[in-house]
């Protein structure tokens, strides 16, 4: 038997039965949005897991759409079985060829960038639009999935041997990587590429949906410390020039990582000109003029910088001058830019999460 047949027959073995193969698709779309979303907020090597089963799932889906095409291309490609839902079909196949290139793509380094957009966040914009098109693909066939479509010991195997294979393609995929010199071959375990040089202009300016301020006078500008802290003060730009150091890497979700010296006051010592902390003190928020904030558990704040320079630099405006939040082993969205507001606070701030997505925005 020749490699592609025996190949060929492999599959066939492995294949579960057809509405094993439509759930799962729904299923596996979902976690892949899931796991996307949730490695955004994964910045420690720790977290490295997750960003492989996110790879994995998506071999996973590979297989399962040939699966799935394979059974129906007739309906597609005989306008007689045309029906009306076969134009959502179409839309939900065309989003779902789009992840998974852009994933593909983007894994061998390709970085086609438009003004801000890296392929990853196009990466992105396909992964979100699929999941209520396969919801509604989903509904216009519905049938319930039945126990014993997921019963039998051959389905479980094989989707084992799915995730299995995802592992493998994904480690076969650096190897390749790394033996053609792509530019993938650099690519931090969240993916991102990385933005050689030192100071402002060797990395983008970026903002997480809608931030853009005026730029702040230097000379008006405030920072006020206040919350749970026995002195709250307001503190000039000439306060922070502390002369404190850090060496920190800054990885953003739409792809790309910087290694910079960041010079400012360390957190800790900044919250020290504003006297004793209260006794419930548990976070320290930090809020951009634009209304932008996040915050940190104390001991973490604590270690973290105020920047007001970057690789011996004085911080441009659109890196967020006056200051700028440095949080070591936060993804970037964390690192508030522009900001004028640091709080002592008892309380997690659940708000936060929202309003990194609407400020900016009148
Ligand atoms: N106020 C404010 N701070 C912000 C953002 C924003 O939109 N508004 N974007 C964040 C994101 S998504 C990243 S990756 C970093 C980017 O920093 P840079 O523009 O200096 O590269 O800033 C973060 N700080
Ligand atoms: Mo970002």
């Known amino acids: 038997m020749a490699a592609t047949d025996r190949l060929r027959a492999a599959l066939d073995r492995l294949e579960p039965p057809p509405r094993a193969v439509d759930w799962s698709l729904f299923a596996f779309v979902v976690a892949e949005a899931l796991t996307g979303l949730v490695s955004f907020t994964v910045g420690v090597p720790e977290g490295w897991p997750l960003f492989w089963l996110h790879r994995a799932l998506g071999v996973g889906i590979v297989a399962l759409l040939a699966w799935k095409l394979a059974r129906v291309r007739r309906r597609l490609t005989d306008p007689g079985l045309w029906r009306r839902s076969t134009a959502l079909s179409v839309l939900t196949l065309v989003a779902a060829v789009g992840a998974i290139g852009t994933g593909v793509a983007w894994v061998f380094g390709v970085d086609v960038r438009l003004s801000y957009w890296t392929l990853l966040s196009v990466?992105?914009?396909?992964?979100?639009?699929?999941?209520?098109l396969v919801a509604a693909h989903a509904a216009t066939r519905f049938r319930l999935p039945r126990r014993v479509d997921f019963e039998r010991r051959r389905t479980a195997v094989s989707y084992f041997a799915l995730l299995a294979a995802g592992g493998a393609a994904y480690r076969l995929q650096q190897a390749a990587n790394d033996a053609l010199d792509t530019a993938g071959a650099d690519r931090r375990f969240t993916g991102s590429q990385p933005r050689e040089g030192a100071g402002n202009a060797a990395f983008p300016i970026t903002?997480?949906?809608?931030?853009?301020?005026?730029?702040?006078?230097?000379?008006?500008?405030?920072?006020?410390?206040?919350?749970?802290?026995?002195?709250?003060?307001?503190?000039?730009?000439?306060?922070?020039?502390?002369?404190?150091?850090?060496?920190?890497?800054?990885?953003?979700?739409s792809g790309w990582y910087t290694v910079q010296k960041w010079g400012g006051i360390r957190v800790g010592d900044l919250l020290d000109a504003a006297g004793e902390l209260g006794d419930d003190a548990a976070y320290v928020r930090f809020t951009s003029v634009t209304g932008y904030r996040w915050s940190l558990p104390i001991d973490e704040a604590e270690d973290a910088l105020l920047a007001t320079r970057v690789g011996g630099e004085p911080l441009s405006h659109g890196h967020?001058?006056?200051?700028?939040?440095?949080?070591?082993?936060?993804?970037?969205?964390?690192?508030?830019?522009?900001?004028?507001?640091?709080?002592?606070?008892?309380?997690?701030?659940?708000?936060?999460?929202?309003?990194?997505?609407v400020s900016g925005f009148d």
Do not use: M, N
Not at 124 to 131: C, I, K, R, T
Not at 216 to 234: K, N
Not at 320 to 347: C, H, I, S
């Open 320 to 357: 967020g001058a006056p200051a700028r939040l440095v949080a070591p082993d936060r993804r970037g969205f964390q690192w508030v830019k522009w900001v004028t507001r640091v709080e002592v606070r008892a309380e997690y701030d659940l708000g936060q999460w929202v309003v990194t997505l």
């Open 207 to 253: 903002s997480w949906v809608a931030d853009d301020p005026a730029p702040i006078d230097r000379d008006d500008y405030r920072l006020t410390v206040g919350g749970l802290v026995s002195d709250p003060a307001e503190l000039t730009v000439d306060d922070l020039a502390a002369g404190h150091e850090t060496e920190a890497l800054l990885d953003c979700t």
């Open 123 to 132: 990466h992105v914009g396909f992964g979100l639009a699929l999941v209520p």
